[in-house]
C-alpha cells in the first residue's frame, strides 16, 4: 500500500503503553478527525534510530505542531514495555506517543515490513 496523504489507513491495533498501563488503540479511533505525523522506524534503542530517526521529531517538535498537527506518533515493532522506556529516556512523553506494533501487523498492511536479518528479524 502506498502511504500517501488521503488514503485511508489500514484497519490495525495498537499498542501503547502509559502511566495507567497498556492499552489497545484501534487504528481507526487513533485517525479519526486528527492530523497525524506518523513515522516508523525498525527499532527503539538501535543505534541508528536513537542518533538519526526520532532526534529530529524532538528537534522540530513545535514547528511540526505549529502547521496544525494534532499527533506526531513513532511507530516500531517493538513491545509496549520497550516503546515507553524509549520515550522516557529520550523525554517525548506527552510530545511524541510511541506506538507498539509489537506483531507487525500494522507494518506489515502498510508494506513497511523487512526482515532485518538474525539480529532485528522481522520488522
Known amino acids: ?9 489500514p484497519s490495525g491495533i495498537f499498542l501503547i503503553k502509559d502511566k495507567e498501563g497498556i492499552r489497545e488503540v484501534k487504528t481507526e479511533e487513533y485517525f479519526k478527525s486528527k492530523k497525524v505525523v506518523l513515522f516508523a522506524l525498525p527499532g527503539a534503542f538501535t543505534p541508528t534510530c536513537s542518533a538519526k530517526h526520532l532526534p529530529g521529531y524532538i528537534k522540530f517538535y513545535q514547528d511540526i505542531k505549529d502547521k496544525g498537527v494534532d499527533i506526531i506518533a513513532c511507530m516500531a515493532v517493538n513491545d509496549p514495555h520497550v516503546m515507553r522506556a524509549w520515550g522516557l529516556a529520550n523525554q517525548v512523553e506527552g510530545k511524541i506517543d510511541m506506538l507498539s506494533d509489537s506483531d507487525c501487523s500494522v507494518s506489515q498492511s502498510l508494506g513497511l515490513d523487512m526482515n532485518f536479518g538474525r539480529i532485528m528479524g522481522h520488522r
Open 1 to 9: 500500500m502506498s502511504t500517501i496523504i488521503g488514503n485511508k489507513f
